[in-house]
């Protein structure tokens, strides 16, 4: 059966433009005037565009003594309502596991995904067991990003001896490393102080981790990433200080990515100063909410290029979990939702506002993190041969968010109130149709996994540098290199 988006613009990374949209065996198999098909799907006054991809999300995830509350279940099923049709999880093994036995976790998780997934794989801990594991990840898994926690000191975080060894095992794979940029070991010293002093509330949370433990972090993570030959990319900017490393090592021909979040665009640090615990609590996540400079640096770094790619960090807990925290701001699991939100969110506030244009829009909530996994076209592209992951975007669509009718599992929204204006009328994964005008169609296991090739083009082109800048022994006459 064939299907077809007829009437609609289709807009993408780098054009806008009238045509129709065939899909068939879920791809795309037509772009152009009066094409016909066994379904139709009319999409007149809707941009058609690439279906969103969040690179960095957490569902069901173990972590501060609980599990994330939204599963591949859920979580995805609240990815395609908003227009998202890929998700990229964190596969995450404690320390001392190997990365082999904790993807054979994530593997049994994820078979429940509505839309196409991929996995990162965090490095938690180092000896020659993951070194030798990651060739596998790599190579037989098609896994090619690998995430260093440099915060959450005495569980996830590595030391910079670690990530450096990691990096460079990263630049042979012709992997890319991300990061969370954080310094871990300063987090903990302010936060013992904090509590010490009788700070214990949710508020704490923000002043515990101020701009500067992120931009030094960042900063840090780059000049590594520079030295081990290897690109980097930075997860869930939050602030000046970290976007400026960013920006600055981008200058200088670093390939550098930074990725801010919707939460963190759209969302400020007054939310933790709330009188109602819960309410902050379940705003609690690392790096914490900012204030308005630091958005306003964040919008500025979609539009010049310096930012790339808006993600969720989607790691949902539910309000009683977040009340393990009370009495004690460091035990409320650090983490928030946005997955339904994230597309809607941003339209709203940055095409909405004319902070960016909506080839913009499809470049940072799509083509740009396609291009970076090294999926592209297949991903985030409207494209003869592209899977049919689509979005027929209704720009006149309105609703206020709510945790009322929401798709993920948890009891309130961060985003609650908030009116947005621009919304999915279909989300297509691989062609099926499984959001039409706000009806939700789910198949669970639908989803597939997506394999990544290594070695990307950004990945050769620097090999290719550091090879012909690597350093080499001089000759001299009459002394032997080698000392003998
Ligand atoms: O607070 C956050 N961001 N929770 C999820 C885990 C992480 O650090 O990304
Ligand atoms: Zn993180
Ligand atoms: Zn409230
Ligand atoms: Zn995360």
């Known amino acids: 059966m064939s299907t077809v988006i007829k009437n609609g613009t289709i807009v993408t990374a780098d054009l806008s433009y009238e045509a129709d949209v065939l899909i068939e065996g879920g791809k795309i198999a037509a772009i152009g005037p009066d094409l016909s098909g066994d379904e139709v799907l009319d999409a007149t006054g809707c941009y058609v565009m690439p279906g969103g991809i969040d690179p960095h999300t957490h569902l069901e995830m173990p972590f501060m003594g609980t599990y994330s509350s939204d599963d591949f279940e859920s979580g995805t ?11 990229v999880d964190f596969a995450l093994p404690s320390p001392g596991q190997g990365l082999l036995d904790a993807l054979k976790m994530w593997d049994n998780k994820s078979t429940r995904a509505h839309c196409d997934y991929s996995f990162h794989m965090a490095i938690t801990w180092w000896d020659k067991q993951v070194f030798d594991e990651m060739e596998t990840v790599v190579n037989e898994r098609g896994i090619t990003t690998f995430k260093h926690f440099m915060a959450y000191k005495g569980s996830l975080m590595v030391n910079d001896d670690e990530m450096f060894a990691s990096f460079r095992r990263c630049a042979e794979l012709g992997a890319v490393p991300l990061v969370h940029a954080e310094n871990g070991d300063v987090v903990a010293e302010l936060s013992a102080k904090l509590l010490a002093e009788g700070n214990t509330g949710p508020e704490a949370h923000a002043y515990s981790r101020p701009p500067q433990v992120e931009g030094e972090a960042t900063n840090r993570a780059i000049m590594i990433a520079d030295m081990a030959g290897v690109p980097l990319y930075v997860v869930h900017v939050s602030c000046e200080e970290s976007h400026e490393a960013i920006r600055r090592a981008r200058m200088q021909g670093k390939r550098v990515w930074g990725e801010p979040l919707i939460q963190h665009l759209t969302l400020d640090e007054s939310e933790y100063f709330n009188a109602d615990w819960d309410h902050a609590a379940r705003r609690v996540m690392s790096p914490p909410f900012r204030n308005r400079q630091h958005q306003d640096s964040l919008w500025a770094g979609l539009a010049s290029g310096s930012l790339s790619c808006v993600a969720t960090d989607h790691c949902a807990f539910t309000t009683d979990q977040k009340r393990y925290g009370v009495g004690d701001f460091t035990k409320i699991p650090n983490g928030t939702g946005g997955l339904e939100d994230r597309l809607p969110m941003l339209w709203t506030y940055g095409v909405g506002t004319g902070r960016i244009t909506p080839n913009e829009f499809v470049a940072v909530t799509s083509t740009n993190i396609a291009k970076i996994l090294n999926v592209y076209p297949r991903k985030g592209a409207v494209l003869v041969g592209a899977d049919a992951d689509l979005v027929v975007w209704d720009p006149e669509k309105t609703k206020t968010i709510s945790a009322t009718g929401q798709q993920s599992a948890i009891d309130y929204n961060v985003f609650e109130g908030k009116q947005v204006k621009g919304l999915p009328r279909y989300t297509l994964t691989r062609g099926r149709v499984a959001v039409a005008d ?12 997506v394999k990544r090739p290594p070695n990307g083009a950004v990945n050769r082109a620097l090999s290719s540098w550091k090879a012909l800048t690597a350093p080499r022994a001089i000759e001299r006459a009459g002394i032997p290199a080698s000392g003998v």
């Open 438 to 449: 706000g009806e939700m169609k789910p198949q669970e296991g639908w989803g597939e996994f």
């Open 77 to 87: 099923r609240a990815a395609l309502a908003g227009g998202t049709t890929m998700v």
